[in-house]
């Protein structure tokens, strides 16, 4: 396993937890608001670690940097989250160097995604890079690779159609309630949280359900207002939700509220309710299902809903996987690039000083010496010569280390620390 050294931190690890193995309740104990996110930032920064970026959202939670060992990572996790080591531990993954970053290739392209194709992942890891940017704590090799990452994720949206269709987390809320609720058009319909989510609901409701009865609510009015103005929907002040919740026969709630903002006591009406968790941590207290009229679904329920849809998105795997290995060869052809470009820069000036003191000998030994064509042919041999040693270093079948340090002993080059 090769080691990346361009960080004081001699290995690349990307560590965190999922879906896959760990329940919305754990994921919720991991969960990071954004005042936290900064926290961890500034704690990293204190703690020596050079770059990391940092991602949460309502189906993983991950930090992507260098380290001397993972464990300062999986700390700094937990110190700024309810999580424990040992909670950790039990449902966490922890990959270091190409398989670090071909974990954040999967997931950047949707393939890792709790719905095969849900792109939302992209926009959270753009967002972590430029915070971290904010910070100083992106180094050359983390922006290149969210680059590539982008990079790869546009060639599948546009070259594949693994996602076809809407494939997010509000359109399976939707799409479940069009499945199980008869006459969705004329139910009552409550969105609680206008955040990207709730937006993102708000937009698929619209347009799927010809619902013209759904009433917005945010504890922050003027956004649930900015959101409603594009669709002509009615927005109620946060003191009458439990008002508008009585009135509903479906309740959305997609808060990014660090604790449960409904449970069964802000339920009175005896009518059925069905109400959808879109939030992590959960949002809605488990004990609204002791209410005979109410039913309950959590984003967990949504993800597990297949359909034609999903398994035509599947076929298409195979071709984003290989869109994924064109665009991660790249970026592992740039970073062996990056690793012997100094030596390969040093050698080609010290063949420049061989030149100089050759051309300045034969001038003086040669009457009608072709300075012209002297320089041409030199310059045209110092270029072969540099590119047969930067082909030879490129060749994985060698040790890059060993041949730099041979290099700069044959050459007698000056030192140089890789960057």
Known sequence: MKQYHISKGSTFYAIGLSYKKADAEI?????????????????????????????????????????????????????????????????AYVYKNKDAISHMFRVGSGLDSQILGDFEIISQLKTAARISRKHKLLNHFIERLVNSVIQASKRIKNETDISSGATSVSFASVQYI??????????NILLF?????GRNTCENLVKHTKNEQITLINRTKDKAEAVAGKFNLVVKDYANLQEEINAS???????????????????????????????????????????????LIHLDDLSQITD??????????????????????????????????PTIKAL?????????????????????????????????????????????????????????????KVFQLEPIKNV
């Open 27 to 91: 994921r919720g104990h991991f969960s990071l608001s954004d005042d936290a996110k900064i926290n961890l930032l500034n704690q990293a920064k204190n703690n020596g670690i050079e770059s990391l970026i940092v991602t949460s959202t309502c189906n993983r939670t991950e930090i992507f940097g260098f380290a001397e060992h993972p464990f300062q990572l999986i700390q700094l996790l937990c110190e700024n989250t309810k999580g424990t080591v040992e909670e950790f531990q039990k449902v």
């Open 178 to 187: 069009m499945k199980h609720v008869e006459n969705v058009s004329n139910k």
């Open 193 to 197: 949280g206008t955040g990207k989510i």
């Open 249 to 295: 026969d479906i309740l959305i709630v997609a808060t990014g509220a660090q604790n449960p903002t409904i449970d069964k006591h802000i339920i009175q009406s005896k009518k059925d309710l069905l109400i959808l968790d879109l939030s992590i941590p959960k949002n809605v207290n488990n004990n609204v299902q002791e209410l005979d009229n109410v039913k």
């Open 308 to 341: 034609e849809t999903l398994a035509n998105r599947k076929q298409h795997i195979p071709l984003a996987e290989s869109i994924i290995e064109e665009v991660k060869l790249e970026f592992n052809n740039w970073l062996e690039t990056r690793k012997f470009a």
């Open 348 to 408: 080609k000036v010290k063949l420049h000083d061989f030149k100089k003191s050759e051309l300045d000998t034969q001038r003086k030994k040669i009457a009608d010496f072709n300075e012209e064509q002297a320089e041409l042919i030199s310059n045209k041999l110092i270029q072969k010569i540099t590119n047969h040693f930067a082909h030879h270093l490129k060749d994985e079948a060698i040790s890059t280390n060993d041949s730099l340090e041979l290099i700069q």
